[in-house]
C-alpha cells in the first residue's frame, strides 16, 4: 500500500472529523496531494486538492468552507479537516499523489493521481 488514510468514522451532522494520509516508506513531499470520495453507488469524486509547497489549493464546491487540506512535508502526512459534516459527505475517502513531481497547480481529475490509499469510511448521521 502506497499511501494510507486514517481518521474515519461515525459522527452526527455538525459534527468535525480530520483525515490524515500517510504514505509509510516513501516520500511525496515534492508531489501535490490530493482527496477525493466514492458514496455508495456513484462516482468518485473530486473533494480537495493541495500542491507540493502547500501555497495552492483546489475544493470541490459541494465542500468549500467546511474542509480545509493541509500538509505537512516533514511527516509526509497530509490532513483534510471536515467541519459542519453533512449526510451527503457520507462516503469512503481515499487520498492520493499526483503522477508527477512539482505542479504548482493541484488537478481535479482522479487521472493525475497515480498512488492511492486504501481508503476510510465517513459515516454522517442525520
Known amino acids: 500500500v502506497q499511501l494510507q488514510a486514517f481518521g474515519g468514522g461515525l459522527v452526527q451532522a455538525g459534527g468535525s472529523l480530520r483525515l490524515s494520509c500517510e504514505a509509510p516508506?516513501?516520500?511525496?513531499?515534492?508531489?501535490?496531494r490530493a482527496w477525493f470520495r466514492q458514496a455508495p453507488g456513484k462516482d468518485r469524486q473530486f473533494v480537495a486538492a493541495?500542491?507540493?509547497?502547500?501555497?495552492?489549493?483546489n475544493y470541490a464546491d459541494s465542500v468549500k468552507g467546511r474542509f480545509a487540506i493541509s500538509r505537512d512535508n516533514g511527516k509526509n502526512t497530509v490532513y483534510l479537516q471536515m467541519n459542519n459534516l453533512k449526510p451527503e459527505d457520507t462516503a469512503v475517502y481515499y487520498c492520493?499523489?499526483?503522477?508527477?513531481?512539482?505542479?504548482?497547480?493541484?488537478?481535479?481529475?482522479?487521472?493525475?493521481?497515480?498512488?492511492w490509499g486504501q481508503g476510510t469510511l465517513v459515516t454522517v448521521s442525520s
Open positions: 493541495i500542491s507540493y509547497s502547500g501555497s495552492n489549493t
Open positions: 492520493a499523489a499526483d503522477r508527477i513531481a512539482y505542479r504548482t497547480t493541484p488537478k481535479l481529475h482522479f487521472s493525475f493521481y497515480g498512488y
Open positions: 516508506g516513501q516520500t511525496f513531499s515534492n508531489n501535490a
